[in-house]
Structures are given as structure tokens and as C-alpha cells.
């Protein structure tokens, strides 16, 4: 199992209870001969045997009980397991052993909220808000290496806050949690050379590239963002080839242990070099594509000879490219040949998006209450250096957790082209640009022509998804908009004005399925809507008027379907109204079968 509960009080075992059933995968053991547990003779001899088996052991009773059984097993922090003492009220858990390494920590913190426990955490990095630099590497997939003889060394530097230089020359999840939480005695750098070391105790790097001896104490994490092409002659030997591509890289500067992984042309496909190569770098992912995906790829180093017998111009550096999604090589093409008639080939690029480069990010800003936007939309207007929001339909406060120094303008007054070249200035320069659009941008977001353009001058773009207005329209309304064995469809649509509405989609059409029905951005022909709706609805069917829903001055006019007119027009709605029409609206009627006893079962620990 992986974890295992050692309960020396037999009145907590409610508590015990509890925590297994929340955390799965547990076993309770006890002295006492309590039904549903593993009975034990001598808690000294269960810890023994859990000790090398269990990823953590939870001990619930007197904290003297779990660091007397514990003492004589403890090795090493690398393979201790994780030990929390949970007192028998529940008032404390306790992080004891292998904190962070061993997850000791995450895991009291889980416990504590099991329980409504207070939890106890000494580490020093947790309750000073720094970042655990023994773990972080883990948590992100980076290889972690330092030059220090004990990592405890750098550690105890960075946890007395020394002075530490932070090295970020690439971009992913990591090094973005890293910008946002940097620590006061860190300072943040893009590139090698801008570094003083003679001012810095630790420095921390964040890169798939090697660095000469900085002659202080370095943690190097070394994120897999690189891309590994291959190409060879038929039945090529393998032998020593791994070696050669490590060394080569190792003279290039380059870190093999960012290498994510290995990719060639189908043609290769049983090649032994291959499977050579993939057991020598860790068994990571080997990617075949064929001739006609790598047909359009361009690359600096082509062969006439390659070309007539694969079509494609040169194997390995081709790959790479593909495998990295259009990334840029940082190794070309390097020839090799080991023995007679064992010629092969190899290049490196790096992943597109791990490209330290000017980037928009495209979010959702939710349907208008700054607090309805997503922690990852946060996140990249916290950062963004420039904001470009709909200011007609976003409420400029979403905008108020701008940096300072972030320019943050309204493209209200804005065409298309003049939104094209503010973004396209920022992105040249390597700047972030957040698009703030409302609700979520696929809906009516006109996003489309964006990414286009986008793609024309193959920019780094990436969307970041929100919440839309029907389900904002579906809270307000206090209304679940499915029922069930009535209505399991929603549409979400907008009646036919100024931009037509494909044939098959019109309003009158959808309306026979008698959905729920949420209409976007008809207010204005709210004649026309309320004509076709009742082709197919009855005339006293639920409907609601949702005027600017979240935003300080939301309105909700409800009524039935005949009266939808004069619903819109005596309250002058106008943009930023949503029409909700159907059965589902503050319907309290019809009971979901989720909850049943057939059902149970879903819901068992």
C-alpha cells in the first residue's frame, strides 16, 4: 500500500478511519483487534517492515511513541519514507521525517485539511515562503545538478538568503511559478553574460545548455526541451555512436539531460541505432514520422542524396524541427562515422514554445467580475507587458493587477490593424502580450482573424481558456440547464443581424429541439427572436433577460417567452445582454439518478 496508518490509540480510530478513506490506498494497522484492520503484535516490528515499503507512515497517538519506533530505521532522506504524527485529538499533524524529499510535508498539509488539523511544518524554505530547491526540479521534470560536493551546501545559501542569481534562458510552467515567486535576495536574468557573478554567493540556472565554472556554488536544473534527430545508413552499428552524440553535445555546451526525445523517418523505424540510443538516454519517447509530414520542412543543411532515397531533404535535422512543433536547430546537422559503412547523422532543436521569445497569450477574462477570471489568467496579466483588453465588454478592474510599468490600453477605438502592429511591437521586442477577451474567447471572440495573423508571422500564441457568460447566465438564474429525461442539450447561438446566420442554423430550426437556449448578442433584434422562438417553444415558456451578468450593475428580468419583447425594450437592453429561453430555468422538478443507490458505487473511496 502506499501509505500505511500506525494507530496506537484505539479511541482515535474514527480519525484513522477518516484519513483512509480520503487518501485511498491505506492501511491501518493496530495492537487493538479492531474490525477492517491489520492487527499487530509490536508497533517496533511493523515499522520495520514498513519502513523500506510504504511511501509514508502516518502515526496517530504521542509523538514520542513515532520517534522512538522510528530512530534505528532512519538511512537517508533520499529513500526514508515520509512520516507524520498525528495526535489523537486531531488537533496537530506533524511533519517528522523526509519533509520535502520524501513529500512529508505536502502530505502533513493534506492531513491537516482531512481533519481541520493545525499542521506543523519546520522546514525552513516552507515557512519562509522560499522555494524548495531540493524538490522543485522534480515537481517539473528538470535533472538537477550542482557543482557543490554536499547539495545541502547551495541549499543552506539560498534559505540565509544570500546573494543568488537566477538564470532563466528558457520559458515552461517552472520558470514561470519562479518569476511570479521570486525571493527578495534573488535576482532574475535572461542571458549568461549579463550575470556579475563577483556579486552573487549561488547562482541557479534554469537551462538545456552547459556554463563554465562560475566559481561559486551553482544548482543547475536542466528542463527537457530538446529534441534529438536521427539519420543513418541501413543495419548502421550502434556501437559507440551514444557516446559520440554525448560527447559532441557536451562539447557544444548543450545538456544531454535535457534531451526529451529521439526521432527519425519511418524508413528507420527498426533501425538498431534507435533502440541503442533510446535505452543509453533514459528509454525516453522515439518519435517516426513520414516522408510527406516532413515534405514542407525546411532545413539548413539538405542532401540530394538523402532526397532521392527518403523525398526528404535531410533526415535528422527535419525530425528535430518536427519533434520540437517548428523549434529552431541549436545543433545542425553533424556527421559521424564510427566504423566502415556505419555513416550517421544527428541534429538538436529545441521546443518552439520553450523559446525564451516575445509570446501573446489570448485569455478569457470571464463573464465581467474580476474575480471570475482563472488563477492562469491572473498569472499572465500579473505578468504581461502589454494588456490589449475589449474595453467595451471587459471591465477595465480585470486589469488594476497589471505590474508596474505594463502598458495597458483598450482596443474599443482600435481596428484590426492598428490591435496587429501594438502586439506585433511588443512581441519584436520579446515582450508578453496578454489579448483580454471576454467570457471565453472561443465564443464569439472573434479570435479567429487574430491567430491568422498570428500564423502568418508564425508568432508564439497560446490560449488561456474562461468562463463564459451562459454559465455565469446559468448561476445567476440559480437554474441547472440540463433535466433529466427533459431537456440534455444546451445551444448557445445568437439571432440573424448585421452577419447572417448559416441556413441550417437559423433560429427557428434550433428551436424544435425546445433546448435550453442561450442567445448571445440579440437584444437588438429581439423581435425577430422572439418570432422564431415561438415556432416551436410555447408561448409560456421561461425566459430571462441576463443584462451584464456579474458586473456591479447586473440586471435579471425574467418572464415567459410572449412577453420577451416587452421585457428588452421596456428596459432598454441593448449590448451585453444574454437571453436565456426554456423549461430549465428555475425548474425544481425531476430527479438526477447520479445520486441513487444503483450509483453508489462511483462515489466509494
Not at 121 to 138: H, M, P, R, V
Request: charged fraction near 20%.
Amino acid at each position: 500500500m502506499k501509505y500505511a496508518i500506525i494507530l496506537t490509540s484505539e479511541t482515535s480510530y474514527p480519525l484513522a478511519e477518516t484519513i483512509r478513506k480520503e487518501l485511498g490506498e491505506t492501511n491501518i494497522y493496530t495492537k487493538a483487534g479492531i474490525k477492517g484492520t491489520n492487527r499487530i503484535s509490536s508497533i517496533n516490528d511493523c515499522v520495520k517492515d514498513l519502513f523500506g515499503q510504504s511511501e509514508a507512515i502516518i502515526f496517530i497517538g504521542a509523538m514520542g511513541i513515532c520517534v522512538r519506533s522510528i530512530a534505528s530505521y532512519i538511512k537517508d532522506k533520499h529513500t526514508d519514507p515520509a512520516i507524520v504524527n498525528v495526535d489523537s485529538t486531531g488537533r496537530y499533524a506533524v511533519s517528522v521525517l523526509s519533509g520535502h524529499v520524501g513529500g512529508a510535508n505536502e502530505l502533513t498539509k493534506r492531513i491537516a485539511n482531512i481533519t481541520g488539523a493545525e499542521a506543523v511544518i519546520t522546514t525552513q524554505s516552507d515557512n519562509t515562503n522560499l522555494w524548495a530547491l531540493d524538490t522543485i526540479g522534480e515537481k517539473y521534470n528538470w535533472v538537477t545538478t550542482t557543482n557543490a560536493d554536499n547539495f545541502n551546501e547551495p541549499l543552506t545559501a539560498y534559505v540565509n538568503r544570500k546573494p543568488t542569481a537566477l538564470l532563466l534562458d528558457v520559458v515552461d510552467e517552472g520558470t514561470q511559478f519562479m518569476e511570479r515567486t521570486v525571493a527578495g535576495h534573488v535576482k532574475i536574468y535572461y542571458r549568461y553574460e549579463d550575470i556579475d557573478l563577483q556579486e552573487y554567493e549561488l547562482l541557479i540556472t534554469v537551462s538545456p545548455y552547459l556554463y563554465p565554472d562560475a566559481g561559486i556554488a551553482v544548482i543547475s536544473y536542466h528542463p527537457k526541451v530538446l529534441h534529438l534527430g536521427i539519420g543513418c545508413r541501413k543495419d548502421c552499428n550502434p556501437e559507440g555512436i551514444s557516446g559520440y552524440i554525448a560527447g559532441t553535445l557536451l562539447q557544444q555546451h548543450i545538456a544531454i539531460a535535457s534531451v526529451s526525445s529521439i526521432s527519425t523517418i519511418d524508413i528507420k523505424k527498426d533501425e538498431p541505432l534507435l533502440r541503442e540510443l533510446q535505452s543509453y538516454l533514459g528509454n525516453i519517447p522515439v518519435h517516426i514520422y513520414n516522408a510527406e509530414e516532413l515534405k514542407d520542412i525546411e532545413v539548413p543543411n539538405p542532401s540530394d542524396k538523402v532526397k532521392e532515397v527518403t523525398t526528404v531533404a535531410g533526415v535528422s535535422e527535419s525530425t528535430a524541427i518536427k519533434s520540437s512543433d517548428g523549434g529552431p536547430l541549436i545543433l545542425e546537422k553533424q556527421k559521424g562515422v564510427l566504423s566502415q559503412g556505419n555513416d550517421f547523422t544527428f541534429a538538436i532543436a529545441v521546443e518552439r514554445i520553450a523559446i525564451r521569445q516575445g509570446h501573446i497569450e489570448i485569455v478569457g477574462a470571464g463573464p465581467g467580475d474580476p474575480d471570475l477570471i482563472s488563477v492562469k489568467g491572473r498569472y499572465f496579466l500579473e505578468a504581461a507587458d502589454l494588456i490589449l483588453y475589449a474595453g467595451s465588454l471587459v471591465p477595465v478592474e480585470l486589469t488594476y493587477c497589471a505590474k508596474q510599468g505594463a502598458v495597458v490600453r483598450s482596443s474599443a477605438s482600435m481596428d484590426l490593424e492598428e490591435q496587429f502592429d501594438l502586439m506585433k511591437e511588443f512581441y519584436d521586442k520579446g515582450k508578453l502580450v496578454v489579448r483580454l477577451h471576454t467570457g471565453d474567447p472561443c465564443i464569439y471572440g472573434a479570435i479567429q482573424e487574430q491567430m491568422a495573423f498570428f500564423d502568418k508571422y508564425n508568432m508564439s500564441y497560446h490560449i488561456t481558456p474562461g468562463i463564459s457568460s451562459f454559465l455565469a447566465a446559468a448561476a445567476a438564474l440559480e437554474s441547472q440547464f440540463t433535466i433529466p429525461e427533459k431537456v440534455q442539450t444546451i445551444i448557445l447561438t445568437r439571432g440573424e443581424g448585421r452577419t447572417p446566420m448559416p441556413e441550417k442554423e437559423k433560429l427557428h430550426l434550433l428551436a424544435r429541439s425546445q433546448s435550453t437556449m442561450c442567445i448571445f448578442l440579440s437584444a437588438t433584434v429581439v423581435e425577430q427572436v422572439q418570432k422564431e422562438l415561438m415556432e416551436h417553444y410555447p408561448p409560456g415558456t421561461p425566459v430571462a433577460a441576463c443584462y451584464k451578468l456579474t458586473w456591479k450593475d447586473e440586471k435579471i428580468y425574467r418572464g415567459q417567452l410572449k412577453d420577451l419583447v416587452k421585457i428588452v425594450k421596456e428596459n432598454n437592453l441593448t449590448l451585453t445582454t444574454m437571453i436565456v429561453v426554456g423549461d430549465a430555468i428555475g425548474n425544481r422538478e425531476g430527479l438526477s439518478k447520479l445520486y441513487s443507490h444503483q450509483f453508489k458505487h462511483l462515489f466509494r473511496g
